[in-house]
């Protein structure tokens, strides 16, 4: 074990709730909680000599012996634990008042507060998890859609530690094996290395490169589908918005210019999550407010995933339309002839790039094509995007980097070995992959990097 010190902290919510959880883990932590609970008679339950993984009913008390709470205590005895360290969890009333008399009382103790994802990092430290698994944690937690918690506990499971593991072992078997022929040529022969190698490295970069690429639908795993409302003012861009929450979210009224700025919400159709932003109607205006609220709708399309663009189907095509319709052309998306539950005075061959974008009539007023629009959206990102197959969908931007570190060095190899330059320099690039691919589970990453990772996490986790 890396660690002496025991250490706790209230691993639930702060608000007041029914049950809380303060965890405990380190060396003491089994005597700490028994010296502070007592069964009904006041007599101390010595849990020093209960099995691991049982539950324990009975009383916090104070060192005046008053009772605290009426709690269940849960041992878990190492290496059987989250941390891999003997592990204590106090499950009491959910007031936020009580958790801290508890937490104050295993203080008086000797035990220390624990700082945010220390837990987790004893897992990491104590070998119980690598630093992949560690940092996919916070996604679970974080996870607001079923496509994203599958992804982050796909990685929790050791997906990724399976992928880089199988990848590093490729590395250094050559690896070894040049270091060896170099220390006895007379024995080893390098003559077929130099074509092995540069296989092995195509090899690689064609898989690393393939994680990397996947990371972009890694991003609108974790993140959310940017999804953008555009159109000219009065189409019923907000109007949508508020059908496709099911809820009066975004202000309506007849003033065209009413949205000024950008609003955004969340919701999820099926297993994916749609970050929807609504914007000011694109238009040419005087108002120096309303210009800015324009300028943000158009920066939001820049980044957008996906542009959902609203016409008026009831009233003939216009100019702005066709400015606007010109100004999401190059961005997937979809074009929505809004107000069909009045007569439509728009047909499709009217709309500039009606071949090569979905057209669907809509009403905003009554739900009419909200299913198939769903289910068209659903479609399109679920299943040729992303799915529940055995992709790797890398969430982390700094495990990320380090599969472009890796492609780096492998590239570098590779131009080395088609430059006919000597096996010797070979093993510096092979040495640079093989840590870049480390520094993601964590088998070369520095201390001050590992304290940052996890000084983000929640605390009590």
């Known amino acids: 074990m890396f660690y002496q010190e025991t250490i706790a902290a209230i691993a639930t ?36 000599k209960r099995e691991s993984h049982t539950i324990h009913y009975g009383f916090i008390r104070d060192e005046k012996n008053e009772w605290v709470d009426e709690v269940l205590v849960l041992i878990m005895r190492a290496p059987r634990s989250y941390t891999a360290e003997d592990v204590v969890e106090i499950h009491c009333h959910g007031g936020y008042f009580i958790c801290q008399l508890i937490l104050d009382l295993l203080v008086r103790q000797g035990v220390r507060v624990a700082e945010p994802g220390e837990f987790t990092k004893r897992a990491f430290l104590n070998g119980r998890i690598d630093l992949s698994q ?26 990724v530690k399976e992928e880089i593991i199988h990848l590093r072992e490729i590395i250094l078997n050559d690896l070894a094996f040049l270091e060896a022929a170099l220390d006895d040529p007379e024995h080893i022969s390098l003559e077929d290395f130099p074509e092995r190698a540069r296989e092995h490295a195509l090899q690689l970069k064609e898989r690393v490169d393939h994680l990397i690429a996947n990371s972009q639908n890694g991003r609108l795993v974790k993140e959310g589908i940017r999804t953008v409302i555009v159109g000219k003012p009065n189409v019923g861009k907000s109007s949508f918005l ?28 099926g297993s994916v999550l749609l970050r929807l932003i609504d914007t000011a109607g694109i238009r040419d205006t005087e108002d120096a407010i309303e210009k800015i609220g324009i300028e943000k709708a ?39 002839l809004n107000k069909c539950d009045l007569e439509l005075k728009i047909s499709e061959e009217e709309i500039p790039f009606a071949d090569c974008k979905k057209i669907f009539p809509f009403s905003a007023a009554n739900g009419t094509g909200l299913e198939k629009l769903e289910q068209y959206l659903l479609e399109i990102f679920y299943q040729e995007k ?10 982390n931007m700094r495990q990320k980097q380090e599969l472009v570190n890796t492609a780096e060095s492998l590239n570098q190899l590779i131009g080395s070995i088609d430059g006919g330059m000597p096996e010797d320099l070979y093993s510096i690039d092979l040495y640079n ?16 990097i590992a304290d940052k990772i996890f000084k983000d996490f929640c605390m009590g986790k």
């Open 134 to 159: 560690a940092e996919s944690v916070m996604d679970v937690i974080q996870s607001k859609s079923r496509l994203a918690l599958g992804n982050s506990m796909s990685q929790l499971r050791g997906r």
């Open 386 to 395: 992303i799915s529940y197959n055995d992709e790797i969908y890398i969430t």
């Open 433 to 448: 992959a093989y840590e870049a691919l480390g520094k993601i589970i964590g088998e070369t990453v520095e201390d001050d």
């Open 13 to 48: 919510s702060s608000k007041n709730g029914s049950i809380s959880v303060i965890r405990v883990s380190g060396e003491t932590s089994i005597e700490s909680v028994n010296k502070i609970f007592v069964n009904k008679k006041g007599e101390s339950i010595h849990l020093e």
């Open 298 to 336: 158009m920066k939001s399309v820049e980044s957008a995933d996906f542009v959902i663009c609203i016409l008026d189907g009831s009233r003939e095509l216009t100019e702005e339309d066709r400015i606007v319709l010109e100004r999401v052309r190059e961005y997937p998306g979809v074009v929505l």
């Open 242 to 269: 508020n059908c496709l929450l099911r809820e009066d979210r975004a202000i309506v009224t007849d003033i065209a210019g009413t949205t000024r700025d950008t609003l955004e919400e969340e919701m999820t159709i």
